[in-house]
Structure formats: structure tokens, C-alpha cells
């Protein structure tokens, strides 16, 4: 059974930093693309970033590029997503999910990500 | 990016009936798209992908279409079960992009 635990989620402050986690199983993490999307309180979804498989290329919503950065651990069977210079805007839900050619059939219950003084 | 819009953005139905939710993309994006539902507190269900293939495990009262521009989700014969928000989405090009949403609500 596919399985997706995010982690990290909490309060942090304008300009703060955090580093959510997602640790995968009952799949070959290292042979599947994954990403990160999220939904502010009562919004709809956005898509963040993604990895593949091996690490090699990310892709990544222009509101979140060059402060968010997307990495695995393959051994470890392990998504992560390091925020930096968080805004108040980027106050979501973060699920982590693993792709099949751009949809996403298996998510995460998600970890929530407050932003503010 | 390509933007997604979604109508209606609430939809007031019945047990029974036959809905339809359009979704337009800003541009052409072939068959690059897939449906989700989504329950209050819960992540996104996938229903249809490449525009009109259901998902495995999804009910066959769920169908899609559409091609480029202009694609639809219809539910026939609404179930208890399918009152939720339903979002469109599409992988033709990065940034991949969401609709706003449709709410199916009970009449």
C-alpha cells in the first residue's frame, strides 16, 4: 500500500525558514517524479514544485523560485521541500505526492504551514 | 502560464441529477488534463486524466471530455458521495495550474 507521511509543518514567522518532509513507502520511490502542492485556508490547489526521479531536474511555480528548494533522498525513501523567506502568502496545506505523467493518483494528508508574527 | 477556468464556481444539484462542469484553458493544451475531487479536510481524489480516461476505482458515472481549449466533467446520476469541490488541472507545460474550483452543493 502506497503510503505518504508529511512532516515539519508549524508556525514560523515572516522571513523564517522551515523544512517540511514526506517519507514514502509501498512504492519504488527512486523510479517516480514527486511533488509538493499546496492549498491556502479555504483556497483552491497550486502546484509547487517537483523532482525526478533520480534528482537530476526540478521544476518549480515561479511565486516560490528562489526561495523554496526541492531535493530527495532516494536511500531514505524521502521527499523534502526547504522554504525560505516565507510570507505570509505561502501559509497552506503542503501535500506531498507522487506523479504518474502529470496527475497525482497517491497523496499525502498534508502538513500545514502558518506564516505569521 | 496557462491559466484554468473553471464554471460554475457553485453548483446546486439534487441526488439523481446529470451535472456538468466546464473547465477553459487559456491556451491549447491537447488532452493534458485530469480531474480531482476533493472532500472537506481530505487531499484530492483523482477522477479522469488525459481529458476522458477514468481512473482506476473511480464510479463509471464520472466522464470527461474535451480536447485544446475546452474540456468538461460530467457526473450523471449525482450521489451522496459526490457533493464536493472538483478541480481541473493541467500538465501541458510547467507551471502545471489548477482551476479555481467548482463547489457541487445539495439543492
Known amino acids: 500500500e502506497v503510503q505518504l507521511v508529511e512532516s515539519g509543518g508549524g508556525l514560523v514567522q515572516p522571513g523564517g525558514s522551515l523544512r517540511l518532509s514526506c517519507a514514502a513507502s509501498?512504492?519504488?520511490?527512486?523510479?517516480?517524479?514527486m511533488s509538493w502542492v499546496r492549498q491556502a485556508p479555504g483556497k483552491g490547489l497550486e502546484w509547487v514544485a517537483n523532482?525526478?526521479?533520480?534528482?537530476?531536474?526540478?521544476y518549480y511555480v515561479d511565486s516560490v523560485k528562489g526561495r523554496f528548494t526541492i531535493s530527495r533522498d532516494n536511500a531514505k525513501n524521502s521527499l523534502y521541500l526547504e522554504m525560505d523567506s516565507l510570507r505570509a502568502e505561502d501559509t497552506a496545506v503542503y501535500y506531498c505526492?507522487?506523479?504518474?505523467?502529470?496527475?497525482?493518483?497517491?497523496w499525502g494528508q498534508g502538513t500545514l504551514v502558518t506564516v505569521s508574527s | 502560464d496557462i491559466q484554468m477556468t473553471q464554471s460554475p464556481s457553485t453548483l446546486s444539484a439534487s441526488v439523481g441529477d446529470r451535472i456538468t462542469i466546464t473547465c477553459r484553458a487559456s491556451?491549447?493544451?491537447?488532452?493534458?488534463l485530469a480531474w480531482y475531487q476533493q472532500r472537506p479536510g481530505k487531499a484530492p481524489k483523482l477522477l479522469i486524466y488525459?481529458?476522458?480516461n477514468l481512473e482506476s476505482g473511480v464510479p463509471s458515472r464520472f466522464s470527461g471530455s474535451g480536447s485544446g481549449t475546452e474540456f468538461t466533467l460530467t457526473i450523471s446520476g449525482l450521489q451522496p458521495d459526490d457533493f464536493a469541490t472538483y478541480y481541473c488541472?493541467?500538465?501541458?507545460?510547467?507551471?502545471?495550474?489548477f482551476g479555481q474550483g467548482t463547489e457541487v452543493e445539495i439543492k
Open positions: 505526492a507522487k506523479e504518474r505523467y502529470g496527475v497525482w493518483v497517491y
Open positions: 509501498g512504492f519504488t520511490f527512486s523510479s517516480y517524479w
Open positions: 523532482i525526478k526521479y533520480d534528482g537530476s531536474a526540478k
Open positions: 491556451q491549447t493544451i491537447s488532452s493534458s
Open positions: 488525459q481529458a476522458s
Open positions: 488541472q493541467h500538465y501541458n507545460v510547467y507551471p502545471w495550474t
